[in-house]
């Protein structure tokens, strides 16, 4: 165990840490037992791709760039595919074409231009297809991009497929804090309030209970310059229930414009989230 020069509380190890190289827009775990993150660096209008074993935080591949720069996203996770999608336009939120990766390599498998995303059914992707006046579906094979049919995308079929559909984000069991509420549970209460609450004003407190270990991430304004937005600091904290003390604290962010939901996970006795954000690290729970 090491001492946080914040507070002068003692903090855990850490068991490992990525920098990304640019602001890390969205990280998601998967069933396999990797992390995959998207990173975003808004000066350039550049969008890449990277993927961790979070085990270990060795990186499989990262930098990944497409021929699309900016307009692109992550769509879907399965298995060891990885789905992502452009866009109709820049200035519109509709999806378009599918572009599937390996997960493992960061090769690109196959592209499909002529559909976007809709569900996952097996070991088949559904896309949407639009005509002049019509509507229709593509069912894909996942892991080779063939076309395997053309149908009307009204078939009830497709809409029974469509109630059972695999989950677009594969992710495996984790666990994400939830916004406070105060009242809910006597002990959290007292003890953010003795710790959190009567010393800060906060804002987008979420917390998340482990056993014996309560996990709380929270904003606290730091001022704004005339005419700009305000800023906050992000600090997240681990507390022994146990003991009433503090055993990790740390200021995630020194500068955001907005409390955002989400900041860390838990999974498999791993804490994850982002330093600063560009750094990708994980501590481990007692």
């Not at 990173?39 to 021929?67: I, M, N, P, Q």
């Not at 452009?86 to 498998?109: C, F, N």
């Not at 053309?150 to 677009?168: F, I």
Request: hydrophobic content about 40%; overall charge negative.
């Amino acid at each position: 165990m090491q001492w946080s020069w914040f507070g002068l509380r003692p903090s855990l190890e850490l068991a490992w840490s990525f920098d990304a190289g640019g602001n890390v827009w969205r990280l998601i775990p998967t069933a396999t037992g990797h992390i995959l993150g998207e990173v975003r660096k808004h000066e350039e209008k550049r969008a890449s791709y990277f993927c961790l074993d979070e085990a270990s935080g060795r990186t499989l591949w990262r930098d990944r760039a497409f021929d699309e720069p900016w307009w692109i996203g992550i769509e879907a996770v399965a298995g060891e595919v990885v789905l992502l999608h452009t866009y109709e336009k820049p200035d519109m939120p509709q999806h378009r074409s599918m572009i599937a990766i390996d997960l493992r390599s960061g090769r690109e498998v196959w592209r499909e231009a002529d559909a976007a995303f809709w569900f996952l059914s097996g070991t088949s992707v559904y896309g949407v297809r639009e005509g002049l006046g019509s509507r229709s579906a593509l069912e894909i094979e996942l892991r080779s991009g063939e076309r395997i049919r053309s149908v009307d995308e009204t078939l009830a079929e497709l809409g029974e497929l469509r109630k059972n559909a695999a989950e677009s984000m594969q992710m495996g069991e984790i666990s994400l804090a939830a916004p406070y509420v105060p009242g809910s549970d006597p002990e959290i209460d007292r003890i953010l309030s003795r710790s959190i609450l009567r010393t800060h004003p906060t804002a987008g407190l979420e917390s998340l209970r482990r056993n014996d270990y309560l996990l709380v991430s929270f904003f606290v304004p730091t001022g704004a310059a005339e005419g700009q937005r305000p800023q906050y600091a992000n600090h997240f904290r681990i507390i022994d229930l146990r003991k009433g003390k503090t055993l990790h604290d740390e200021i995630l962010a020194r500068s955001v414009t907005a409390p955002v939901p989400d900041t860390f996970y838990v999974k498999q006795g791993a804490v994850v989230s982002v330093k600063d954000l560009h750094v990708v690290q994980a501590h481990r729970l007692p």
